[in-house]
């Protein structure tokens, strides 16, 4: 399906060809494609979907690594599996782990690029916020992660095999049906903006959600956009999944320089499209993400011109507390400034949580992913260069 994005010079918008050497990566697969590919190399026609549903149990419920581990096919089989595919995750570079538990992962896909995705563990969830693109083309002037430009759209097996590699981290692979999960939720609120890679994230999550495999419900899967307006429909529609906005300003002025996709699409085109939302209603809400800048957008009159701008909307605000950065510019609001707005919210109807940042210690923390990794190549950069000029 061809999508509607105005095409953004940056973004690919293209299938990538296939690299040399490589061979094809059966996960990120759709049923019909796989079909397809095992027709390719000559399965039976007949056993095409038996192979399918073993092939699929064996990656997505088994967590399998390799085709040796799928013991339930014949050993002729899958030599021609390993002769003509591969199931390959992204590698995992660095693990750390904060004090409160989150983990950050930085991993390295095809063509050596990295990315970072972040598993947060909490009493009743366990939250994995992964990446659709690497880098990120929006230039969010709050977000660190903003400032590294775009390299390339993530592909479905990248999508979703950041979901494998948290999971056989946390070895959470064909545990008993009764036991908790510990990634149950998913929220693509990682690097890059999942709307400008709108037909990868949707097949990446059409596997997460399917129930003979990873079997997340899509209203545990919540898509974070700062408004590609064109894509925003259609993603509820084709995917399904909860909707959240990061919006972060009450009046175009300030959001066209927080967030300067504004420009294009203005904070009233922005609220009709969720109004017209599928599925919306009052136990299916947006999400408004709402950073909280110290004497930017954290006055009692944007917390009132926010509860009238969204009126009518089923909603709830994410209030963000800044997570700082070398360079931003910006400071976290004062504490009793981020509850005296929250109270303004929860008065006027809506849940407005403060959500706790979580990972600071580690650059884990909402809008710093790659940030610390970009730093230390810097400064390793910098060291070899003042040893090469002595």
């Known amino acids: 399906m061809t999508s509607t994005l105005p095409i953004t010079p940056d973004v690919m918008t293209i299938p990538r060809k296939p690299i040399e050497g490589v061979l094809p990566n059966l996960i990120g697969l759709q049923r019909a494609s796989l079909s397809n590919a095992l027709a390719e190399i ?14 699929w149990s ?7 690594r390799s085709f040796d581990e799928m013991t339930n096919l014949s ?34 896909v095809t063509g050596g690029h990295e990315l970072e995705a972040v598993y947060i563990p909490e ?8 990446s659709s693109q690497i880098g990120c083309t929006l230039t969010c002037t709050f977000c660190h992660t903003g400032t590294q430009k775009l390299v390339r759209n993530l592909t479905p097996a990248e999508i979703v095999g950041q979901i494998l590699i948290a999971r056989d981290d946390l070895e959470e692979w064909d545990k008993p049906t009764g036991d908790k999960r510990l990634v149950s939720n998913i929220v693509l609120m990682g690097m890059g903006e999942p ?18 495999g990873i079997a997340l ?29 990061s919006f972060h300003a009450t009046t175009d002025d300030v959001r066209d320089v927080l967030v300067p996709i504004n420009r294009k699409h203005k904070i009233a085109e922005l609220l009709d499209t969720c109004r017209n939302y599928p599925r919306l209603s009052n136990s299916e809400r947006i999400t408004f993400e709402y950073v909280m800048l110290k004497n930017v957008n954290d006055t009692d009159a944007d917390a009132h011109r926010l509860v009238n701008l969204i009126s009518g909307i089923p909603a709830k605000i994410n209030l963000i507390p800044f997570n700082p950065w070398p360079g931003s510019g910006y400071e976290r609001s004062d504490w009793k400034r981020i509850e005296a707005f929250g109270d303004i919210v929860n008065k006027a109807g809506y849940a407005s949580p403060v959500r706790r940042p979580r990972g600071e210690d580690i650059m884990a923390a909402c809008g710093q992913l790659k940030s610390e990794t970009q730093r230390a190549r810097k400064s390793a950069k910098k060291m070899a260069q003042e040893v090469k000029g002595q």
């Open 195 to 212: 709307l400008y890679n709108t037909d990868n994230v949707r097949d990446a999550m059409l596997i997460a959600m399917d129930n003979e």
């Open 75 to 108: 050993k002729s089989f899958r030599e021609t599996l390993i002769e003509n595919f591969s199931i390959t995750r992204p590698e995992i570079i660095t693990r750390q782990i904060s004090k409160d538990g989150t983990r950050k992962y930085l991993l390295r």
């Open 123 to 130: 009493t009743d969830r366990g939250t994995l916020c992964i």
């Open 42 to 55: 000559g399965t039976p026609q007949k056993q095409i979907k038996m192979r399918v549903a073993q092939i």
């Open 58 to 64: 064996w990656i997505y419920v088994k967590g399998a």
């Open 217 to 245: 419900s899509r209203r545990r899967i919540t898509l974070s956009t700062s408004g590609v307006v064109p894509e925003i429909i259609r993603a509820g529609a084709e995917i399904g999944c909860m909707l959240a906005i």
